[in-house]
């Protein structure tokens, strides 16, 4: 059983700073992809950024140039700074993971959501 361990989120002030963190354990052959994705009430989850086992990342236009996403392959984590945070930003954060179990076998997994809240 694969498993993602979010941390890091909690109130901020417009304009401030948070990071996120999220650890995958369990037994895992390869991490293909990690990301994180948002949702606010009455609205779609959205991927927020994603990165790849190569370090290509993409992100949503709405975070491009305040958010930065980087791994840790060391320890299977990745990372998202976030910066100039707008209460538009204000949503729970999910972690998500593409892995390689074994041989031929791919599966993806989510972390239970963390709040940012962010409001003066």
């Known amino acids: 059983q694969v498993r993602l361990m979010e941390s890091g989120a909690g109130p901020v002030q417009p304009g401030g700073s948070l990071t996120l963190s999220c650890t995958a354990s369990?037994?895992?052959?390869?991490?293909?992809?990690m990301g994180w994705y948002r949702q606010s009430p009455g609205k779609q989850r959205e991927l927020v950024a994603v990165?790849?086992?190569?370090?290509?990342?993409n992100y949503a236009d709405s975070v491009k140039g305040r958010f930065t996403i980087f791994r840790d392959n060391a320890d299977n984590s990745v990372k998202l700074q976030m910066n100039s945070l707008k209460p538009d930003d204000t949503a729970v954060y999910y972690c998500n993971a593409g892995v390689t179990l074994r041989i031929g076998v791919r599966s993806a997994y989510w972390g239970q959501g963390t709040q940012v809240t962010v409001s003066s």
């Open positions: 990165i790849t086992s190569s370090d290509t990342t």
């Open positions: 369990g037994s895992i052959s390869r991490i293909n992809h």
